[in-house]
């Protein structure tokens, strides 16, 4: 199955970047990398994802490194509703089979 | 109004009892998929479905079963339902055409106790 590694918890102060990285070392060369984020104890929301260039969308921007093995997603100016737990996640064999880990506990601090 | 709503949003059952958690989306998606959360965890697929007529087990599939009854219906039964299965449930759409299928939309979910 496929396998991230994330720090079980981090904090930021409000209105700061949030930076929280991500190991995929197992990662195949055509398996998107997804990040999801889960406030609280409602459903996961998807947040942005990625192959091999940086993206960015309303909500964050994901840096990719070069060789694909980890990744970085950036929250630029941190708000309290950030605040959740975030997971990184790559798809293995099947696309659809997203297979969530433990995450990143995510706290903005005010 | 949501995309993806589930009902019921809690449900509070006895062991034995049969019992139908309900999933409606109106997003137009093909895929539809039922996870479970336990306690500190993270979500496990139970079953997915690519389309009416396409049922796929998950990791978990014990114990549970479902029925996809329209494009925009997934619905998830627990024949006779145990107390490991207190969880919360979710269901969740895709589709290809949109970000692919790891770009998921998740309901709000169903928090269920057997007892």
């Known amino acids: 199955d496929a396998k991230t590694t994330q720090p079980p918890s981090m904090d930021c102060a409000e209105g700061r970047a949030a930076n929280l990285p991500c190991n995929h070392s197992?990662?195949?060369?055509?398996?998107?990398v997804y990040w999801y984020r889960q406030i609280h104890s409602q459903g996961p929301q998807y947040i942005i994802h990625?192959?091999?260039n940086n993206e960015t969308n309303e909500m964050a921007s994901l840096i990719i490194t070069e060789d694909r093995k980890s990744s970085t997603l950036i929250l630029p100016h941190a708000t309290l509703r950030d605040t959740a737990v975030y997971y990184c996640i790559h798809t293995g064999d099947s696309s659809y089979k997203l297979i969530f880990g433990s995450g990143t506990r995510l706290l903005v601090r005010p | 109004d949501a995309d993806v709503t589930q009902t019921p949003r809690n449900r509070i059952t006895k062991t034995g009892k049969r019992i139908m958690l309900e999933c409606s989306q109106t997003k137009g998606h093909d895929r539809m998929y039922w996870y479970r959360q336990d306690p500190g965890l993270g979500l496990r697929l139970i079953y997915y479905?690519?389309?009416?007529?396409?049922?796929n087990k998950g990791e978990i599939s014990d114990g549970y079963s479902v029925s996809r009854q329209a494009q925009a219906k997934f619905s998830l039964s627990l024949e006779s339902a145990i107390p490991n299965q207190t969880a919360l449930y979710f269901c969740a759409t895709s589709d290809l055409r949109f970000g692919g299928d790891g770009s998921q939309y998740f309901g709000p979910g169903t928090r269920l106790t057997v007892l």
């Open positions: 197992t990662i195949s060369g055509n398996e998107y």
């Open positions: 479905s690519f389309d009416v007529k396409d049922i």
């Open positions: 990625g192959l091999k």
